[in-house]
């Protein structure tokens, strides 16, 4: 009886978690950027979706299932400058955005998912932070 009620509580949590939700299935659809993080050569710069509105800025992405994506958007953010659409591919926790007609443009980010919306997270090669943005989806 009481290995029952334990066995039905992991299961119930098994369920409730994403950490085991396969990162393939959550990525497809279309996401819009509400906030994000650059480091610029003097300071971390943050700009909410209140700035973003403000500046008329925008960033949207579509990751179709066939891991195709394109991208629009009216940001200055260099690492995501060259490459509007092409594939994308996983491995582990990173997503890479590969531009097929010239591999220099490729940009890999380290992706985690919270409660719905997706976080991608660039750095350069020192470490230092290119991009930290918070993206949700749209319906």
């Known amino acids: 009886m009481t290995t029952n009620l334990h066995v039905s509580k992991i299961g119930v949590w098994l369920k409730s978690t994403e950490l085991f939700m396969r990162p393939s299935k959550k990525i497809p659809g279309k996401w819009s950027l509400y906030e994000y993080y650059v480091d610029s050569k ?3 710069l943050h700009y ?24 629009t958007a009216s940001l200055p953010i260099s690492c995501i400058q060259n490459i509007e659409k092409g594939e994308w591919s ?39 932070l290119d991009f930290f943005g918070f993206l949700k989806p749209l319906k």
């Open 42 to 44: 003097n300071e971390l």
């Open 48 to 71: 909410t979706s209140d700035k973003l509105k403000e500046n008329n800025q925008s960033f949207t992405i579509i990751f179709l299932p066939d891991k195709t994506f394109s991208r």
């Open 90 to 128: 996983i491995s582990r926790n990173f997503i890479t955005l590969i531009d097929k007609e010239n591999f220099r443009n490729n940009v890999e980010f380290q992706f985690a998912f919270e409660k719905g919306n997706l976080k991608l997270l660039k750095r350069n090669k020192f470490g230092m």
